[in-house]
């Protein structure tokens, strides 16, 4: 089922995640980063796509996403817009453009531009203000919490976050104040299944999980990782769906399909 009416292929709308949300349907979101895999994820019937910041990694060949800059962004988001139909698309405000509310509201309304229909924001702390402020100007918000990548260097390497009473609670903590702020989406990234389910629960709005556990709202993975074009080390939380479909377009179907099954993420893909 989709996340408007089942069979309509009518746009995706945030009212309409919201009331998959309140109805308990499972949500799919892959990323993408040009017109034609945006096609394909489309038919393929994926309820969002994010134009994320990974493209600093699977595309540029960098080592983390910091390197990424608006212009990136804005240019994939275009890309990816034109080769969209029904999903609802997000767009990464990248590493250093929210750092104050006015960088956050020019890069976000370039991307709004560019066709996104939300932008993502990484962390809690300082952000909350920038997420309010963006909200107040009609812009709507995709929170990003647990592994926040733009953090690594702070972070040491990708880890697994929320472990330990202490930081449990206070991830628990920022998805409240993240929803308080005007946040309609949160993304849980690399969080132990438990805490991701308590968060879930906590909050009313979707919350989409990649390595969060089966309870989340629904479900997010990078394009390539889901392809099996990952390059080193595969993380724990990926599945290669194109050994699991034959093809691209099976590759997504069968992603849409296990999600909305709940048959992914399985516990082999949790921590």
Request: aromatic letters at 6%; a negative charge.
């Amino acid at each position: 089922m989709y996340a408007n009416a089942a069979g309509d292929t009518s746009p995706v709308t945030l009212p309409q995640l919201l009331q998959a949300r309140r109805e308990g349907r499972r949500l799919t979101m892959l990323t993408c980063y040009d017109a034609g895999f945006a096609r394909a994820i489309d038919a393929a019937g994926v309820d969002m796509v994010l134009v994320g910041d990974s493209l600093g990694m699977v595309v540029q060949g960098h080592d983390s996403t910091l390197p990424v800059t608006v212009d990136d962004i804005a240019y994939h988001t275009a890309c990816v817009a034109r080769g969209l139909h029904r999903a609802f698309l997000l767009a990464d405000l990248p590493f250093q453009a929210d750092a104050s509310t006015s960088s956050a509201l020019e890069a976000s309304t370039r991307l709004l531009r560019a066709g996104a229909a939300m932008v993502k924001i990484e962390g809690a702390g300082f952000k909350l203000d920038v997420i309010r402020h963006l909200v107040e100007r009609e812009i709507p918000v995709c929170a990003h919490l647990g592994l926040t990548p733009q953090s690594v260097l702070r972070l040491g390497g990708y880890r697994v976050q929320g472990r330990g009473d202490e930081a449990a609670q206070r991830l628990l903590d920022d998805a409240r104040a993240v929803e308080a702020a005007g946040a309609s989406v949160l993304v849980l990234e690399c969080v132990p299944w438990a805490l991701a389910q308590r968060i879930t629960e906590a909050v009313s709005i979707p919350t989409i999980g990649i390595g969060a556990g089966a309870a989340c709202t629904g479900q997010v993975l990078v394009l390539h990782d889901m392809l099996g074009l990952r390059h080193g080390r595969q993380p724990r939380f990926v599945k290669d769906f194109l050994a699991a479909g034959g093809s691209v377009s099976g590759a997504f179907e069968a992603y849409v399909r296990e999600v909305r099954e709940g048959t992914f993420p399985a516990p082999e893909h949790g921590y």
